[in-house]
T-cell receptor
């Protein structure tokens, strides 16, 4: 079945540590996104990529980095510069054409906590 | 800024009743989407309604869009315990030449058996 796989489901970060969240899709979608969700809040866009080897900052990119070397993969690194990383992280994808007019498909998220 | 505001923030009903949640927004849009999120899971796309559509159905879901009032509603008929989830509206926003989807804070629906 086609879908988006995020791993790990739970992740703990130590002080000063960088951690990487994995996102893989087999939907053949061009566009991929990373969102952060805090309790009782909507989603906030961290980074997005509309094509391989290209990505743009979203609303809250500081303290995060991404890469898009393959169409299927869009890993997110939470760096030590992100002082409040505790949140639920969601990866999504969509067809690339007019992407704000297309449904987005989501993974089941990674919950990141600070040790 | 453009963001859908869902109303109510929380809704608790009995199984079999209908549930209605609303989304209001500020600027013109060409479409609006509704998503569902079960606790601890990712979002699932429910319906996309375009600005030239007034109503759209999918199973027990009915979405309306009133562009003159800048509002949309999601109706779930004959609700079931499995409908317990948070529901979000999402709007397209053109910002600085790039487009993105902006999600509201959601309505938390509880359907009691």
């Amino acid at each position: 079945d086609g879908g988006i796989t995020q791993s790990p489901k739970y992740l703990f970060r130590k002080e000063g540590q960088n951690v990487t969240l994995s996102c893989e899709q087999n939907l053949n979608h061009d566009a991929m996104y990373w969102y952060r969700q805090d309790p009782g809040q909507g989603l906030r866009l961290i980074y997005y990529s509309q094509i391989v080897n290209d990505f743009q900052k979203g609303d809250i990119a500081e303290g995060y980095s991404v890469s898009r070397e393959k169409k299927e993969s869009f890993p997110l690194t939470v760096t030590s510069a992100q002082k409040n990383p505790t949140a639920f992280y969601l990866c999504a994808s969509s067809t690339g054409t007019g992407w704000s007019n297309q449904p987005q498909h989501f993974g089941d998220g990674t919950r990141l906590s600070i040790l | 800024s453009q963001q859908g505001e869902e109303d109510p923030q929380a809704l608790s009903i009995q199984e079999g009743e209908n549930a209605t949640m609303n989304c209001s927004y500020k600027t013109s849009i060409n479409n609006l989407q509704w998503y569902r999120q079960n606790s601890g899971r990712g979002l699932v796309h429910l319906i996309l309604i375009r600005s030239n559509e007034r109503e759209k159905h999918s199973g027990r879901l009915r979405v309306t869009l009133d562009t003159s009032k800048k509002s949309s509603s999601l109706l779930i008929t004959a609700s079931r315990a499995a409908d317990t989830a948070s529901y979000f509206c999402a709007l397209p926003l053109n910002q600085g030449g790039s487009e993105k989807l902006v999600f509201g804070k959601g309505t938390k629906l509880t359907v009691n058996p």
